[in-house]
């Protein structure tokens, strides 16, 4: 099985990188997508090891959202009013550049021209957020001159789990390295001087007490 995927350090780095004091919305924003991304790792983790085959593939899409999310902000001349639009909640797809409005088809296509294959990766995992006939196919098996195979990720013939996990996991894998790419990059107007390691965790809450625990 693959090693996890873990970012949280070099996401720290990143974040101990900035200067809060003159750019809070800008940390605010690259706060907000880190902790949606490492969150996302989490769980698809913990899929992974459970050799989980569907459910599993909506977060890489959701990884992909992070960095459609970014990039927006990169193609963006006025990065202020970008960053109070999306804190406010607002969806992107309704901020444009010229005519054209900032959907995610349209971000897809943009940032598959710097990382070919992103859109497709974007494609696919669209595929398995309902149930449907990809779904079907996945857990039905076939026969072909005596040997079972499924239909799996991205319409592959699989005859073993581990090469469809294997193929999932180098795409979520492929995804996290762009989203860090797209953060180093958009960061930059906001680094200061000296760098430090900063912390990436949640507020668990019990009755008796408030813990904080760490991403890796």
Known sequence: MSR???FAKRY???LGSMDIDKNYPAFHFVYVIMAFAL??????????KDRNKMAIIHFIRMQVECCLDVYACLLLRDKDRFFKYFLD???INKLSIGKQNLTAGYLCTELDKRYAGVADIYKEGCKWVHPNKVVFR???PEFERNNLYFIGYKDKKYCEDNKQLNDIYKDML??????????QELILPYKKNDTVQATIGQFIKSKKRVRFK???
């Not at 492929?174 to 953060?183: A, C, G, K």
């Open 4 to 6: 996890q995927i873990k």
């Open 12 to 14: 720290g780095k990143i």
């Open 39 to 48: 969150e996302n790792n989490t769980v698809f983790n913990l899929l992974l």
């Open 89 to 91: 909640g607002k969806p």
């Open 138 to 140: 996945n857990s039905a």
């Open 174 to 183: 492929l995804v996290n390295q762009i989203l860090y790419e797209l953060l």
């Open 214 to 216: 760490r991403y890796e």
